[in-house]
């Protein structure tokens, strides 16, 4: 695990990880409801206020995601460095 967050309403943590997921945990229900697979090796996570967004970093790419349907909304790339926070 390389980064965690947790939504705003406390009912989701978003967790990273070297394999290149992004994984949801549910924790009203204590376990992982979607995965998503990633460009490289995770380094952060975060949602935004509302908890309607969640956007994961992997190498040069941050991958911005819709929370309840877990739908990729976006991938911005094109940084000339690894994003790391």
């Known amino acids: 695990v390389t980064a965690i967050d947790f939504s705003e309403n406390g009912y989701y943590m978003g967790l990273t990880s070297e394999d290149g997921t ?3 945990w549910d924790l009203r229900k204590l376990k992982n409801v979607k995965t998503l697979e ?7 996570i975060s949602f935004d206020h509302s908890g ?6 992997a190498g040069k790419d ?22 790391t926070g």
């Open 52 to 57: 309607t967004f969640m956007c994961a970093a």
């Open 62 to 83: 941050i991958t911005v995601c819709v929370v309840k349907a877990w739908t990729p909304l976006a991938t911005l790339s094109g940084h000339s460095k690894d994003v």
């Open 38 to 44: 990633l460009s490289s090796a995770a380094t952060s």
């Open 22 to 24: 992004a994984r949801l």
